[in-house]
Each structure stands twice: as structure tokens, then as C-alpha cells.
């Protein structure tokens, strides 16, 4: 109930006594400072919960806090040339590009500076070189020429320039130096400075740039470094246990009746190694630039690297379908898995046992005597899979009451329906051993090119040995 007064509405209420109350709308006031009470609040909670994960992503990786910290002192050296006047004197308003070089060269790993450093520096003299000679070619052709033959340059080497990045091997380790070559080359030709000026700038802008480039290089290099090359190669290591852990588990949930786990959890590994792609080929490239360090050698084979990153993304896409054979909603029946479970089981085994020997291998840059032995015993499962699996209408026929493990009311051999799911599975988990195989060559031939050292049985490394690519497929017998 309401009445209109003072060009309002006033509302009432009844109550249990049978009277009425006024009802009175709160003011503005609290309402707006219960808002902002909520806001300050949320903004808090935002605030702590990313603070929370900075810290946690700190805890688990120092060496990000420590590339900050690198950046840091490389910027605050830098700044110097503008502090100290005799520095600024040298090089004057020209500093700001000391500064700009070290914001944009300075990468998380040392091959990652060195080539955008490398690709800034030349592509800058090369084009400053360029771009000084057309302006003087120019301006001795008059005031009508002149802007014609600057504005053909550059769109004859920005074009040029621009079309050299679509080439593999320019886009893959000098597309950064393309880029700085075309802005560079473009704002020296239509600058408006008269030849003497101009080269008396690209002087001083140069001399900022290596200056730079150089802080960048001896920091990322001398404290802490972080080598794309390590990178690289643990993360080949890391991707041959995460295989061997996805195929273990696959057909430990297969064939493990009773259990109440999600298979994706133990086996959602190989993932990892499916886009792991993209981070092995920048690897692969900014090593390329590394000097020698730790065990790698100048000229270490890290293209290798990428073809053994390629045979394990092929065996993870095959387990990757094993996966989906296990997950499917048709399933042999029990008594078939029973039959086949210890085979296939003990094929996995062996599988997972090389990829976990390969990543030994890799880690220690060391052949062990072991691996030959292990591919042996793989090759020899697969086999017996294939035998228990050609068993399987004979071994049905001959037992029709079957004991424990097959129906008591079984008089024939099981239907092509009860069977395809489990050979589809077989037959990938023998793929899967014949990819194996190549992972185990690649590794061979990166072991070879590298010159990994061989461990013989009484645990003593032979380091001449020319034979290191035959040590792992052929053990030595007992």
C-alpha cells in the first residue's frame, strides 16, 4: 500500500498486531560504502592470489627470478651512459637506443640473446652501410631525383628483405635481423638529415646498439647462464621417461579388472611430447649460436636432437590411439583379456624398459651394455604376443570347459566380435614396439654423431669406441 506525497511514494507494511510500518529506504551512503568495502576486498584477494602463484612459480624455477634479476642490472648499467656525463657527452640523446636494444635482445637463455644480438648488430650495420649510400648517390642526382631513387630503394629491399623470411632458413635463424635490417634501412633513407649528418648519427646509434648487445652477451653468458642447448637436451629426456610412464600405465588400467583409477591420469603424459614441437625447434635453433659449454662440444649434432623428437612424437601419437582403444565402449570379454593379459603385459614391460634405458643413455651420454639386452627381450615378447595371439582359436576349442578363467558353458571358439577389440590392441601395442625401434636408431645416430662414450659390463666407459652406433641393437653375448 503506498500514497503519493511530496512527489513520492511512501510504502507500508502490515504486521502481526494489525498495524502498519513505514518502510524507509536506507540512505545512499552505506549501500555505496558496502560496494566499495567489496570491491577493496575482491582486489585484495586478486592481488594475494597472484602474488601467491608469482611466489610459487619463483619456488619452482629460480632461474626465472634470476633472468629478472639479470635484465635488472643489465638495464641499470646501460643506464649509466645517460647518468654519467661523460658517457652522455659521447653518444648524447642516442643512448635511448642502448636501452631499447638490451629491452628487446635479452632472452631467458644465452642462445636466445646471442641470436637476436648477432641478428640486431649486422642487420643494423648492414642496413645503416646501405642506407648511407643511397642517400648520397641520391642527393648527387638533384632535388627531382633524389626522392625517386630513395623511395625505389626502399621498396626494392624492403621487398626483398620481406620475401627472404618465407625461406626456411632465413625465417628459422635470421628472420629477427630481416625485420631490424627492412626498420632500419627505412628510416635511414627517408630521414630528412643532410649525408654528413646522417652518418655522424649512425655512428653514434651503432656504437649504443653494440654496446648493448655486448652487456646482454656477457651477462646472459657469464652469471648464471642458461643454455638452450641443456634445455634441448633434457627436455628429450624428460619426453622418453613420460613415454615410458604412459605406456606402463596404459595397459597396467587395461588389464587391471578391479581398478578404480582413471586411466588419462597414468597416461596423460604423452601429451606432453605431442606439443612438445614448437620448443624443440627454437631450442634447437638459439643452440645453434652457443658457444661450447659443459659436456656440448661447438659443433654438437642438435639437429639430431629434432629427428629423435620426431620418432618419439610418432610413438606418442600411437599410444595416443591405444589410449582411445583402451577408453572404448566395446571390450573383449574378461576371459580373452585373461588370456592375453601376461603377454602383453610383459611386452609393455620391455618397451617401457628401453625408452627408460634411452633416456639413461641420453642423460649420461653414455652407452650401456644393458640396452642391447633390453631390445632383445622386447623383440623376443612381441614375438611370443604374436604366438599367444594365433593360439587363441586353437587354445578355446581344445578347453571348452576352460577352468577359472574361460565359461563353462564355451563349446566353440570365440566370435570375431569378442576378439577384434583385443587384436586391434595388440596390434597397436606392436606398432608401438616397431616405433620404439626407431626411437632406439635415432638415438643410435645421435649417439654416434656426438660421440657418446660406451660402458662396458665391469662399469668402465670406452671412449674410443668406433663401433657406438651397433653397441645398443646387438648385446654382447654371455
Avoid at 338 to 363: F, G, Q, R
Wanted: positive net charge; contains cysteine; charged residues 20%.
Amino acid at each position: 500500500m503506498g500514497k503519493e506525497a511530496s512527489n513520492k511514494l511512501e510504502w507500508r507494511i502490515s504486521v502481526d498486531d494489525g498495524t502498519s510500518e513505514k518502510l524507509v529506504a536506507e540512505s545512499d551512503g552505506p549501500v555505496v560504502k558496502k560496494i566499495w568495502v567489496w570491491l577493496k576486498n575482491l582486489i585484495i584477494l586478486k592481488v594475494w592470489k597472484f602474488l601467491e602463484k608469482a611466489w610459487m612459480m619463483g619456488v619452482a624455477d629460480p632461474r626465472k627470478v634470476i633472468h629478472g634479476v639479470k635484465v635488472g642490472v643489465a638495464l641499470c648499467v646501460v643506464s649509466l651512459l645517460y647518468y654519467m656525463r661523460p658517457l652522455y657527452e659521447g653518444v648524447g640523446g642516442n643512448a635511448m637506443w642502448a636501452v631499447m636494444t638490451v629491452v628487446v635482445v635479452f632472452e631467458n637463455t644465452a642462445g636466445a640473446t646471442l641470436s637476436k644480438s648477432i641478428n640486431r648488430t649486422i642487420a643494423t650495420f648492414l642496413a645503416g652501410s646501405l642506407g648511407l649510400g643511397v642517400n648520397w648517390i641520391a642527393s648527387q642526382t638533384g632535388a627531382k631525383l633524389q626522392p625517386v631513387i630513395l623511395g625505389f630503394s626502399v621498396f626494392l629491399f624492403a621487398s626483398a628483405a620481406t620475401f627472404s623470411r618465407f625461406i626456411p632458413i632465413v625465417k628459422a635463424r635470421f628472420d629477427y635481423g630481416a625485420m631490424i635490417f627492412i626498420l632500419t634501412f627505412s628510416l635511414v633513407s627517408v630521414s630528412g638529415y643532410r649525408v654528413d649528418e646522417l652518418f655522424d648519427l649512425a655512428q653514434h646509434r651503432f656504437s649504443t646498439i653494440v654496446v648493448g648487445t655486448s652487456l646482454c652477451i656477457l651477462i646472459s653468458i657469464l652469471i648464471c647462464p642458461i643454455w638452450a642447448g641443456g634445455e634441448l637436451h633434457n627436455l628429450i629426456i624428460r619426453n622418453l621417461e613420460k613415454l615410458a610412464h604412459s605406456l606402463d600405465g596404459s595397459m597396467e588400467c587395461y588389464f587391471a579388472s578391479n581398478s578404480d583409477e582413471d586411466p588419462s591420469k597414468k597416461t596423460e603424459g604423452y601429451r606432453c611430447v605431442l606439443n612438445s614441437k614448437g620448443t624443440e625447434d627454437s631450442m634447437a635453433n638459439f643452440a645453434r649460436w652457443e658457444p661450447a659449454h659443459g659436456r656440448f662440444n661447438f659443433r654438437h649434432p642438435w639437429k639430431q636432437y629434432l629427428n629423435v623428437g620426431a620418432s618419439l612424437r610418432s610413438c606418442a601419437y600411437c599410444i595416443e590411439t591405444l589410449n582411445g582403444c583402451i577408453n572404448t565402449e566395446i571390450q573383449a570379454p574378461e576371459y580373452l583379456k585373461k588370456h592375453l593379459s601376461d603377454p602383453c603385459e610383459t611386452l609393455s614391460s620391455y618397451a617401457s624398459t628401453v625408452l627408460k634405458e634411452l633416456a639413461n643413455t641420453v642423460k649420461t651420454m653414455t652407452i650401456s651394455s644393458k640396452i642391447g639386452l633390453s631390445i632383445t627381450e622386447m623383440q623376443f615378447a612381441a614375438q611370443e604376443l604374436k604366438n599367444s595371439v594365433k593360439s587363441i582359436p586353437n587354445h578355446f576349442a581344445a578347453n571348452p570347459e576352460g577352468g577359472k578363467t574361460e565359461p563353462t558353458a564355451k563349446t566353440s571358439p570365440p566370435s570375431v566380435m569378442d576378439v577384434l577389440p583385443l587384436v586391434t590392441l595388440v596390434s597397436l601395442l606392436l606398432e608401438i614396439v616397431t616405433r620404439v625401434e626407431d626411437i632406439v636408431d635415432a638415438v643410435n645416430e645421435l649417439a654416434r654423431l656426438a660421440d657418446f662414450k660406451t660402458v662396458t659390463t665391469n662399469g668402465k666407459a670406452n671412449q674410443n669406441n668406433p663401433n657406438n652406433n651397433q653397441t645398443m641393437k646387438n648385446p654382447p653375448k654371455v
